[in-house]
Protein backbone atom coordinates (compact mmCIF):
# COMPACT_ATOMS: atom_id res chain seq x y z
CA UNK A 1 0.00 0.00 0.00
CA UNK A 2 2.90 2.38 0.78
CA UNK A 3 4.72 1.50 -2.43
CA UNK A 4 1.15 2.60 -4.15
CA UNK A 5 0.59 5.74 -2.30
CA UNK A 6 4.51 6.67 -3.06
CA UNK A 7 4.18 5.96 -7.01
CA UNK A 8 1.12 7.66 -6.84
CA UNK A 9 3.09 10.77 -4.98
CA UNK A 10 5.69 10.48 -7.84
CA UNK A 11 3.49 9.95 -11.01
CA UNK A 12 0.41 12.55 -9.90
CA UNK A 13 1.14 14.07 -13.28
CA UNK A 14 0.26 10.77 -15.29
CA UNK A 15 -2.26 9.90 -12.68
CA UNK A 16 -4.08 13.64 -13.36
CA UNK A 17 -3.62 12.97 -17.44
CA UNK A 18 -5.26 9.95 -17.17
CA UNK A 19 -8.32 10.85 -15.12
CA UNK A 20 -8.73 13.59 -17.08
CA UNK A 21 -8.96 11.23 -20.69
CA UNK A 22 -11.30 8.80 -18.17
CA UNK A 23 -13.30 12.52 -17.71
CA UNK A 24 -13.20 13.14 -21.20
CA UNK A 25 -14.42 9.77 -22.19
CA UNK A 26 -17.08 9.35 -20.13
CA UNK A 27 -18.26 12.92 -21.01
CA UNK A 28 -18.62 11.69 -24.77
CA UNK A 29 -19.88 8.71 -23.98
CA UNK A 30 -22.95 10.63 -21.92
CA UNK A 31 -22.80 12.78 -24.64
CA UNK A 32 -23.41 10.56 -27.83
CA UNK A 33 -26.44 8.84 -25.44
CA UNK A 34 -28.19 11.97 -24.78
CA UNK A 35 -27.63 12.17 -28.28
CA UNK A 36 -29.21 9.38 -29.31
CA UNK A 37 -32.15 9.61 -26.21
CA UNK A 38 -32.81 12.95 -27.52
CA UNK A 39 -33.64 11.98 -31.12
CA UNK A 40 -35.55 9.01 -30.55
CA UNK A 41 -37.64 12.07 -28.33
CA UNK A 42 -38.02 13.96 -30.78
CA UNK A 43 -39.17 11.18 -33.10
CA UNK A 44 -41.57 9.60 -30.76
CA UNK A 45 -42.65 13.53 -30.09
CA UNK A 46 -43.31 13.81 -34.35
CA UNK A 47 -45.11 10.26 -34.13
CA UNK A 48 -47.45 11.36 -31.36
CA UNK A 49 -48.07 14.79 -33.55
CA UNK A 50 -49.09 13.05 -36.40
CA UNK A 51 -50.76 10.50 -34.88
CA UNK A 52 -52.73 13.21 -32.87
CA UNK A 53 -53.49 14.91 -36.23
CA UNK A 54 -54.37 11.91 -37.77
CA UNK A 55 -57.62 11.71 -34.93
CA UNK A 56 -58.49 15.37 -35.76
CA UNK A 57 -58.16 15.58 -39.18
CA UNK A 58 -60.98 14.99 -41.70
CA UNK A 59 -61.04 12.06 -43.60
CA UNK A 60 -63.03 11.32 -46.92
CA UNK A 61 -63.72 7.63 -47.95
CA UNK A 62 -65.99 5.81 -50.52
CA UNK A 63 -68.04 2.96 -49.89
CA UNK A 64 -70.74 0.96 -51.50
CA UNK A 65 -73.80 1.45 -49.83
CA UNK A 66 -77.56 -0.52 -49.79
CA UNK A 67 -80.02 2.61 -49.23
CA UNK A 68 -83.25 1.29 -47.70
CA UNK A 69 -82.82 -2.10 -48.50
CA UNK A 70 -83.73 -0.99 -52.21
CA UNK A 71 -80.78 0.77 -53.90
CA UNK A 72 -77.03 0.31 -54.13
CA UNK A 73 -74.63 3.50 -53.80
CA UNK A 74 -71.48 5.09 -54.17
CA UNK A 75 -71.16 7.25 -50.57
CA UNK A 76 -68.45 9.70 -49.59
CA UNK A 77 -68.33 10.00 -45.98
CA UNK A 78 -66.08 12.80 -44.04
CA UNK A 79 -65.53 9.54 -41.06
CA UNK A 80 -62.80 12.27 -39.56
CA UNK A 81 -63.02 14.64 -36.99
CA UNK A 82 -62.49 18.31 -38.79
CA UNK A 83 -64.52 19.87 -41.72
CA UNK A 84 -62.83 18.44 -45.10
CA UNK A 85 -62.74 21.40 -47.48
CA UNK A 86 -62.21 22.25 -51.45
CA UNK A 87 -62.94 18.76 -51.91
CA UNK A 88 -62.33 17.41 -55.82
CA UNK A 89 -63.46 13.66 -56.09
CA UNK A 90 -62.49 11.95 -59.67
CA UNK A 91 -64.21 8.94 -60.66
CA UNK A 92 -62.16 7.29 -62.90
CA UNK A 93 -63.69 7.54 -66.70
CA UNK A 94 -63.60 3.59 -67.36
CA UNK A 95 -65.72 2.93 -64.94
CA UNK A 96 -68.13 6.07 -66.06
CA UNK A 97 -68.25 4.48 -68.87
CA UNK A 98 -70.05 0.95 -67.87
CA UNK A 99 -72.07 3.25 -65.86
CA UNK A 100 -73.85 5.10 -68.61
CA UNK A 101 -74.48 1.75 -70.28
CA UNK A 102 -76.75 0.51 -67.10
CA UNK A 103 -80.63 0.37 -67.18
CA UNK A 104 -80.73 2.16 -63.99
CA UNK A 105 -79.01 5.22 -63.79
CA UNK A 106 -76.99 5.95 -66.45
CA UNK A 107 -77.04 9.82 -66.21
CA UNK A 108 -75.44 9.52 -63.07
CA UNK A 109 -71.97 9.14 -64.64
CA UNK A 110 -72.32 13.09 -65.25
CA UNK A 111 -73.40 14.07 -62.07
CA UNK A 112 -70.06 11.60 -61.09
CA UNK A 113 -68.31 13.62 -63.98
CA UNK A 114 -68.82 16.72 -61.98
CA UNK A 115 -67.39 16.06 -59.00
CA UNK A 116 -64.16 16.30 -60.44
CA UNK A 117 -64.83 19.73 -61.41
CA UNK A 118 -66.40 21.64 -58.64
CA UNK A 119 -65.17 21.92 -54.99
CA UNK A 120 -67.08 21.13 -52.18
CA UNK A 121 -67.07 20.51 -48.45
CA UNK A 122 -68.29 18.10 -45.86
CA UNK A 123 -68.43 18.76 -41.72
CA UNK A 124 -68.09 15.74 -39.40
CA UNK A 125 -70.25 12.61 -40.16
CA UNK A 126 -71.66 14.20 -43.18
CA UNK A 127 -72.19 12.01 -46.81
CA UNK A 128 -73.49 12.51 -50.22
CA UNK A 129 -74.86 9.42 -52.01
CA UNK A 130 -74.77 8.58 -55.74
CA UNK A 131 -77.29 5.90 -57.10
CA UNK A 132 -76.12 3.14 -59.16
CA UNK A 133 -78.45 0.31 -59.87
CA UNK A 134 -81.34 -1.01 -58.14
CA UNK A 135 -80.75 -4.82 -57.24
CA UNK A 136 -82.66 -7.64 -58.60
CA UNK A 137 -84.64 -5.53 -60.98
CA UNK A 138 -81.67 -5.20 -63.06
CA UNK A 139 -79.16 -7.21 -62.06
CA UNK A 140 -76.91 -6.99 -65.56
CA UNK A 141 -76.48 -3.61 -64.30
CA UNK A 142 -73.77 -5.37 -61.29
CA UNK A 143 -72.44 -7.99 -64.20
CA UNK A 144 -71.55 -4.69 -66.17
CA UNK A 145 -69.93 -3.01 -63.51
CA UNK A 146 -68.23 -5.62 -62.46
CA UNK A 147 -66.01 -5.88 -65.37
CA UNK A 148 -63.98 -2.85 -64.62
CA UNK A 149 -63.12 -1.66 -61.08
CA UNK A 150 -64.04 1.14 -59.34
CA UNK A 151 -60.80 3.47 -58.83
CA UNK A 152 -61.69 6.98 -57.21
CA UNK A 153 -59.15 9.98 -56.26
CA UNK A 154 -60.21 12.34 -53.15
CA UNK A 155 -58.29 15.48 -52.69
CA UNK A 156 -59.46 17.67 -50.02
CA UNK A 157 -57.87 20.24 -47.42
CA UNK A 158 -58.49 19.52 -43.89
CA UNK A 159 -56.25 21.05 -40.79
CA UNK A 160 -53.76 23.57 -42.76
CA UNK A 161 -53.31 20.32 -44.78
CA UNK A 162 -53.50 19.27 -48.45
CA UNK A 163 -54.44 15.25 -48.74
CA UNK A 164 -54.69 13.35 -52.32
CA UNK A 165 -56.12 9.81 -51.52
CA UNK A 166 -56.51 7.25 -54.06
CA UNK A 167 -58.90 4.24 -53.72
CA UNK A 168 -59.97 1.04 -55.84
CA UNK A 169 -62.93 -0.76 -54.86
CA UNK A 170 -63.83 -3.96 -56.86
CA UNK A 171 -68.05 -4.63 -56.49
CA UNK A 172 -67.60 -8.44 -57.20
CA UNK A 173 -67.85 -7.98 -52.98
CA UNK A 174 -71.64 -6.54 -52.91
CA UNK A 175 -73.00 -9.68 -53.31
CA UNK A 176 -74.61 -9.54 -49.76
CA UNK A 177 -75.64 -6.01 -50.15
CA UNK A 178 -77.47 -7.67 -53.23
CA UNK A 179 -79.32 -10.21 -51.35
CA UNK A 180 -79.77 -8.23 -48.31
CA UNK A 181 -81.46 -5.42 -50.71
CA UNK A 182 -83.67 -8.01 -52.25
CA UNK A 183 -84.89 -9.72 -49.17
CA UNK A 184 -85.34 -6.11 -48.16
CA UNK A 185 -87.64 -5.30 -50.94
CA UNK A 186 -89.48 -8.66 -50.99
CA UNK A 187 -90.54 -8.47 -47.36
CA UNK A 188 -91.75 -5.41 -47.87
CA UNK A 189 -93.83 -6.47 -50.93
CA UNK A 190 -95.42 -8.79 -48.80
CA UNK A 191 -96.10 -6.68 -46.19
CA UNK A 192 -98.12 -4.45 -48.80
CA UNK A 193 -99.77 -7.21 -49.88
CA UNK A 194 -100.90 -8.45 -46.89
CA UNK A 195 -102.41 -5.18 -45.83
CA UNK A 196 -103.97 -4.63 -49.16
CA UNK A 197 -105.92 -8.23 -48.26
CA UNK A 198 -106.97 -7.34 -44.70
CA UNK A 199 -108.20 -4.10 -46.18
CA UNK A 200 -110.49 -5.76 -48.89
CA UNK A 201 -111.50 -8.21 -46.09
CA UNK A 202 -112.62 -5.03 -43.77
CA UNK A 203 -114.54 -3.98 -46.88
CA UNK A 204 -116.09 -7.42 -47.40
CA UNK A 205 -117.14 -7.47 -43.81
CA UNK A 206 -118.56 -3.97 -43.87
CA UNK A 207 -120.45 -4.88 -46.97
CA UNK A 208 -121.88 -7.54 -45.21
CA UNK A 209 -123.31 -5.90 -42.40
Known amino acids: MKEMICWLNNNDGFVMGLLTFI ?23 KESREQFKESCRGHIVPK ?3 L ?40 NAERLRILGKRKIFLAPEQKIDYSLWVPGNNQPDLILLE ?23 FL ?33 ERNKN
Not at 26 to 35: E, M, S
Not at 173 to 195: A, W
Open 147 to 169: EEPLKITISYDTLNSSYNEEYEI
Open 68 to 107: EGSIICLEFQNIGNDVAKNIVIKVHDKWLKKLEKTETFPK
Open 23 to 45: YVVATIVICIFNGISNKNINKQL
Open 64 to 66: IIS
Open 172 to 204: DGCNFLVSNSDYVRLEKKKIDVLKEINSNLAKI
